[in-house]
């Protein structure tokens, strides 16, 4: 079974300053992973993803986010924080399990404040 | 534009009573599901389908029910046994629900509130 940890449910930042919201991710097989962002009483839309065809992924918005199989981490950064990022940040980690199916574990969220 | 929709916005019920939420995509997509969302819990499946006229349970499917029965379509029926339902409800399609590295692709959700 996959499961997926952020750390943080609130996260602040002032205006300009960097972003850092934690991911950890357990899975028995090679996981691919997402980060979804949430604005209020929307759906999710996907930021970036993590394919195996590179570690470090750059998403819309100037999100990056980092694959760490050592550290079974997928943390996603933004150098500077803008007032449009505050949001709800999702990670969910995606594995086969079973042939044909696709299951997707998401984790609790974490909702970011963004203070001018 | 391609996309997914879902109607209501928002939906009251009333005890007893069973509601359904509308979830239409023109994406061209096989698979569907529907996602409850709570505070703090993140999302968790109801349901999910990979082709017409079939589907199957997800984590959390009991006090609710889906049909297929167009590839378009996944509509989600909120039953009274469904003793809990306040919660905002997301609908979500995928190119074939086969492949881990999919994305899923999210309508804008349904709040379903109880009267």
């Known amino acids: 079974a996959q499961s997926v940890t952020q750390l943080g449910s609130h996260v602040s930042v002032s205006e300009g300053a960097l972003v850092l919201l934690r991911c950890n991710y357990s899975?028995?097989?090679?996981?691919?992973l997402f980060w979804y962002v949430q604005y209020p009483n929307q759906g999710l839309q996907l930021l970036l993803k993590?394919?195996?065809?590179?570690?470090l992924v750059k998403g819309i918005n100037g999100f990056e986010a980092e694959f760490k199989k050592s550290e079974t981490s997928f943390h996603l950064t933004k150098p500077s924080a803008h007032m449009s990022d505050a949001a709800e940040y999702f990670c969910?980690?995606?594995?086969?399990?079973?042939?044909?199916?696709?299951?997707?574990?998401f984790g609790i969220g974490t909702k970011l404040q963004v203070i001018p | 534009d391609g996309g997914i929709t879902q109607s209501p916005k928002y939906l009251f019920r009333k005890e007893g009573q069973n509601v359904t939420l509308s979830c239409e995509q023109n994406?061209?997509?096989?698979?569907m599901y529907w996602y409850r969302q709570d505070p703090g819990q993140g999302l968790r499946l109801i349901y999910y389908?990979?082709?017409?006229?079939?589907?199957q349970k997800g984590d959390i499917a009991e006090g609710y029910s889906v049909s297929r029965e167009k590839k378009e379509s996944f509509p989600l029926t909120v039953t009274s046994a469904q003793k809990n339902p306040t919660a905002f409800y997301l609908c979500?399609?995928?190119?074939?629900?086969?492949?881990?590295?999919?994305?899923?692709?999210f309508g804008p959700g349904t709040r379903l509130l109880v009267l």
């Open positions: 994406l061209n997509h096989d698979a």
């Open positions: 969910a980690v995606s594995v086969s399990q079973r042939v044909g199916y696709q299951k997707v574990t």
């Open positions: 389908s990979q082709i017409v006229n079939d589907f």
């Open positions: 979500a399609s995928s190119p074939s629900g086969r492949a881990p590295q999919e994305t899923q692709y």
């Open positions: 899975s028995s097989v090679p996981p691919y």
């Open positions: 993590y394919t195996s065809a590179a570690t």
